[in-house]
């Protein structure tokens, strides 16, 4: 990971922000520089698909989220988390007998705190069979759709199943998968089809020229790793500057998850 030099916006930084940045520097082992020293650059930080959110006094102000919820904890969620927006829907692993909350997700899916349907998809290697799986996915599709909202989407060794749907299905909405991990020849197919990408801490460096820029988003899944790290990871796989990459993800974000409250910026400078 490459060393980041991080420093306040001005002088009048408030003590908040200010006691903040010293401690994410300290346990992060990252060098102080005074502003005497460096222009100032912002950055804008987005994680798209977690499970791990602090309580709201807690959460870390500088990043927004999309947190994943199933429907039943959808309403308990929308009040303790007032900040952060929601993914919604039902996991492939628990697509069996899940009409229930399949009719819920259809009732509470066009509330504007949900702002894309999933995480939703298909995995041949833990869950039901592919035959209880797709009709389940299908639904989502077709909510996706109706409500114009962006799929999140598993996939775990059903690259060609999910191929075949979405041309099948033709949608319009975007269709990103979370936690992409497939294989340079894998990749190229995808984004030939218009898939899009969510990365997380573990990817494959071989596949990050296949992706294109503008179809390329961060998360954190289940990791409780920092979403800075993340970035930065990423970052330096692509020999990109951490303020650069970080920007192109927030017009990639602002384009396709207009509604995501924009954080506060984070405030870097160059990297020595």
């Known amino acids: 990971m490459g060393r980041t030099w991080i420093r306040p916006r001005s002088l009048k930084l408030t003590s908040k922000l200010f006691f903040f940045t010293q401690t994410f520097l300290f346990s992060h082992n990252i060098s102080y520089l005074s ?23 807690n959460d870390d102000p500088y990043h927004s989220c999309i947190l994943d919820v199933y429907p039943l904890e959808f309403e308990v969620a929308k009040g303790t988390y007032e900040r952060h927006s929601f993914s919604c829907g039902i996991h492939p692993w628990y697509s069996e007998d899940s009409d229930a909350q399949m009719k819920y997700l259809t009732e509470i899916a066009a509330d504007s705190r949900i702002i894309a349907i999933g995480e939703t998809g298909l995995d041949k290697i833990k869950g039901p069979s592919l035959s209880v799986q797709t009709p389940v996915f299908k639904r989502h599709i077709e909510l996706s759709e109706q409500l114009k909202k962006p799929l ?121």
């Not at 950055?43 to 309580?55: A, S």
């Not at 294989?183 to 460096?205: C, D, E, H, I, R």
């Not at 296949?210 to 970052?235: G, K, N």
């Open 35 to 57: 502003t005497a020293n460096l222009s100032s650059i912002t950055m804008e930080l987005f994680d798209i698909h977690t499970h791990q959110i602090l309580l709201e006094d």
């Open 152 to 272: 999140i989407i598993h996939a775990v060794k059903a690259w060609e199943q999910l191929f075949h749907i979405r041309k099948e299905t033709n949608p319009t909405q975007p269709w990103i998968i979370h936690g992409f991990r497939g294989n340079p020849q894998v990749t190229q197919q995808m984004a030939k089809a218009g898939f899009m990408f969510s990365l997380g801490n573990k990817f494959n460096v071989d596949s990050l020229e296949f992706i294109p820029m503008d179809s390329l988003f961060c998360e954190t899944d289940e990791d409780e790793m920092d979403i800075r790290e993340v970035y930065q990871q990423i970052a330096d796989a692509l020999n990109l500057d951490i303020e650069d990459f970080a920007a192109q993800i927030a017009r990639n974000v602002h384009r396709v998850f207009p509604t995501l409250q924009t954080p506060p910026s984070y405030f870097v400078g160059d990297d020595e």
